[in-house]
């Protein structure tokens, strides 16, 4: 069974830092791409962000782009996301995700976490 678990959620002000992680069992994805998405209340699910199954291209949603970095060690088959300068915008429900594919749409990612909240307070 695949099993996808996050952490590192919480609550910050705005102007902080958090670093979430996810921890995959169940089988090796070290030839998948791994995302995070996320959702705000009353929102859609979003894109966040991906990473190559070697680590080697990474790609961000605008919103993100310099502020967030995605990262993973497949020995330990884990990617995590460290989110600087956080805006109450920010605020979300994230998930971690695994794709066969370097995705960039919510649609194309076959396993999911979860979730870990995530509130930016002003």
């Known amino acids: 069974q695949v099993q996808l678990v996050e952490s590192g959620g919480g609550l910050v002000q705005a102007g902080g830092s958090l670093r979430l992680s996810c921890a995959a069992s169940?089988?090796?994805?070290?030839?998948?791409?791994m995302g995070w998405l996320r959702q705000a209340p009353g929102k859609e699910r979003e894109f966040v962000a991906v990473?190559?199954?070697?680590?080697?291209?990474?790609y961000y949603a605008d919103s993100v782009k310099g502020r967030f970095t995605i990262s993973r060690d497949n020995a330990k088959n884990t990617v995590y996301l460290q989110m600087n300068s956080l805006k109450p915008e920010d605020t979300a429900v994230y998930y971690c995700?695994?794709?066969?594919?370097?995705?960039?749409?919510?649609?194309?990612?076959?396993?999911w976490g979860q979730g870990t909240q995530v509130t930016v307070s002003s």
């Open positions: 990473i190559s199954w070697r680590g080697g291209s990474t």
């Open positions: 169940g089988r090796t994805f070290s030839s998948y791409a």
């Open positions: 995700a695994v794709s066969r594919i370097f995705a960039v749409t919510p649609g194309a990612y076959e396993y």
